[in-house]
């Protein structure tokens, strides 16, 4: 693989279910990232990770948990599914965090919770 | 706080030159991207402007204005293929991009 992957593509899942979006890396970057898009708005980030075993919160994490066990992965999980969390959402990485470096996005997990 | 405005659509013809504004304020500046994203895809990044003044990268370029908060790309030559969202999004101080809504650009024949 080169770049990013998400998986899975797309997803309809019940309300109350839990679900983890999963991220695979495989540029070496220190930082990843977790974003919502809705129509309307702007990329709004969930939470991130600047390295390895360190994780943040962003913008909108509530209902949202991540981990970063290792490099490569970024699995972003919703404990408890609600209709608000029906979105298209996106993985992505950069180099390094704290300094200028572009953000490398995956293709996206749409999903649709009911 | 923290706000971008871009507009929420333009429309263009094939061969013509298109110039997308975007205004931001922001907690700090660490400088400002734009990203190209076609319908049901993730966006790519085209440009990155941290002083004053304009960079060109081929057929697109970009401006800057720190002190007015104030960029601007500009697509010339315009092809059916540039039809897409651009995204405006500034570094703030913590490091984070902060993303606009994004300006659909419709190119006609």
């Known amino acids: 693989i080169a770049g990013i992957t998400q998986a899975p593509t797309s997803q309809i899942l019940a309300a109350g279910r839990r679900m983890t979006l999963r991220c695979t890396q495989d540029?070496?970057?220190?930082?990843m990232y977790w974003y919502r898009q809705d129509l309307g708005l702007g990329l709004r980030l969930i939470h991130y990770s600047n390295t390895a075993g360190t994780t943040g919160k962003g913008e909108v994490p509530d209902g949202y948990s991540v981990s970063r066990a290792n490099t490569d992965d970024f699995p972003l999980t919703l404990a408890s599914a609600v209709p608000s969390q029906t979105s298209v959402y996106f993985c992505a990485s950069s180099r390094l965090a704290g300094e200028v470096y572009e953000q490398f996005f995956g293709p996206g997990t749409r999903l649709t919770v009911l | 706080g923290q706000n971008i405005d871009q507009p929420t659509e333009m429309t263009a013809t094939e061969g013509a030159i298109v110039q997308i504004n975007c205004t931001y304020q922001?907690?700090?500046?660490?400088?400002l991207f734009w990203y190209q994203q076609h319908a049901g895809e993730a966006p790519t990044f085209l440009s990155y402007?941290?002083l004053d003044g304009l960079e060109e990268k081929g057929r697109f370029s970009s401006f800057l204005s720190r002190s007015k908060g104030y960029s601007y790309l500009l697509l010339k030559e315009l092809q059916m293929k540039d039809s897409a969202s651009y995204l405006c999004a500034p570094l703030n101080s913590n490091y984070q991009l902060i993303w606009g809504a994004g300006t659909k650009l419709i190119i006609k024949p």
């Open positions: 540029m070496r970057h220190n930082a």
């Open positions: 922001t907690s700090g500046f660490n400088g």
């Open positions: 402007n941290v």
